[in-house]
Every structure is written in structure tokens, then in C-alpha cells.
């Protein structure tokens, strides 16, 4: 059964607005999040992370908020350009070494 | 760029072959993944070594598959007999000690089973 879920096959927004990408988690052990990236052909690459002491991370154009109580995080990329077209995975672990990910959100950046 | 090379990049075989995966990495790690990527279950972790142990196999979906790691610098995943519902594609991924947490992957293999 799926522990972190992606709701959101797709998203489309327009060149310097605002990408929410949604994933939400079910087990509450979890305690470190990450968005990766990945374009056509290629592996993932890591974005960025968040510790469950923390409620938000930023890091330039990106920025990751998490809600506990919810079990929900959000990836924010503002404002969002071309380049950031690609599928994002949502990525969490515990006191093990695993990482369980989403199935991916498909972002298309219209300019 | 951590450094991890997959090979095949693509490979297309029939129904009942043995297929093989390898997986190289070029930098230091403790730790090295087999991922699966499908558009049902998106990223799916298959198995994991850690200094060329398998600590985890629970993601091995049935007996067809197996795994080994028999030194730091090279892993292989086997599928036999591949069957139509194998097709997808694998990713292989490694991480070191102590780190915090980020996974570098190659960049996968593309499996077809006709």
C-alpha cells in the first residue's frame, strides 16, 4: 500500500506564477521529507529536503512546507520558469534507510 | 554528480528471457538501491544493500527476481523468466553513511518484455 501518495498526475501553470505540487504521507514515523526532480531520460535528482523539526525549508526559487498534524508537504517553486517542466517525486523516511516516494507529479510550465 | 552507471539503457526481450540489469557506481557509498518505476506505483524500492549486504528484499516482487552485490563497485538485478508485467523502468541508486539522506541515481534501465 502506498505510505506516500501524489493525487495530482499533472499540473500545468503559466511562466511566473506560482507550482504547489501536493503529497501527503501516512506513516507517522517519518521524519525526513524530499522532492526530487526528474526529466524525460533520466534518474532523479534530489531537490530539496525537510527535517519533521522543521515546518518549512526554502532554497532559492523552492521551497518546502510541512504540516504534520496533516501529514501533508508541499513543494512551492515561485515564480516557476520553463525549465522546472519535469515530474517531481515526493520522498519520505524514518529510523530506517528506506525511502518510500510518491508516484510522481507532472509539471508542465507554460511560458 | 555522485556517479552511477546503468546499463542497458534500453533493452526489449521477449517473454520467458533472462534479463540482467547492472548497475556501477563510480563514487564512494555505503549504500546502494534498487528502485522500480511504474506509472501505477511510481518509484518502488526493490532492494537495498548496505556494504554489499542485502538488508532488505521485501520489495522483491516474487521469486523471479534476485539481486547480488559482489563487491562495492557493482551490482546486478535478474529477472528470470521476465514477464510482460516486468516491463518498466529500474533505477539504481546510492547514498553514503551519515549523509543526509539524498539519493544519487543513475540514470535507469528501460525494460520491455514482449
Known amino acids: 500500500d502506498q505510505q506516500v501518495k501524489q493525487n495530482s498526475p499533472s499540473l500545468s501553470v503559466q511562466e511566473g506564477r506560482i507550482s504547489i505540487l501536493n503529497c501527503d504521507y501516512t506513516n507517522s514515523m517519518f521524519d525526513y521529507f524530499l522532492w526530487y526532480k526528474k526529466y524525460p531520460a533520466e534518474g532523479p535528482t534530489f531537490l530539496i529536503s525537510?527535517?519533521?523539526?522543521?515546518d518549512k525549508n526554502e532554497d532559492g526559487r523552492f521551497t518546502v512546507f510541512l504540516n504534520k498534524s496533516a501529514k501533508h508537504l508541499s513543494l512551492h517553486i515561485v515564480p516557476s520558469q520553463p525549465g522546472d517542466s519535469a515530474v517531481y517525486f515526493c520522498a519520505a523516511s524514518g529510523s530506517g534507510n528506506q525511502f518510500y516516494f510518491g508516484t510522481g507529479t507532472s509539471l508542465t510550465v507554460i511560458p | 554528480d555522485a556517479g552511477v552507471i546503468q546499463s542497458p539503457r534500453h533493452e526489449v526481450t521477449e517473454m520467458g528471457q533472462e534479463v540482467t540489469l547492472r548497475c556501477k557506481p563510480i563514487?564512494?557509498?555505503?549504500?546502494l538501491f534498487w528502485y522500480r518505476q511504474t506509472m501505477m506505483r511510481g518509484l518502488e524500492l526493490l532492494i537495498y544493500?548496505?556494504?554489499?549486504?542485502?538488508?532488505?528484499d521485501s520489495g522483491m516482487p516474487e521469486d523471479r527476481f534476485s539481486a547480488k552485490m559482489p563487491n562495492a563497485s557493482f551490482s546486478t538485478l535478474k529477472i528470470q523468466p521476465s514477464e510482460p508485467r516486468d516491463s518498466a523502468v529500474y533505477f539504481c541508486a546510492i547514498r553514503r553513511e551519515g549523509e543526509t539522506g539524498e539519493l544519487f541515481f543513475g540514470e535507469g534501465s528501460r525494460l520491455t518484455v514482449l
Open positions: 544493500f548496505n556494504n554489499n549486504v542485502p538488508i532488505d
Open positions: 525537510i527535517s519533521s523539526i522543521k
Open positions: 563514487s564512494g557509498h555505503d549504500y
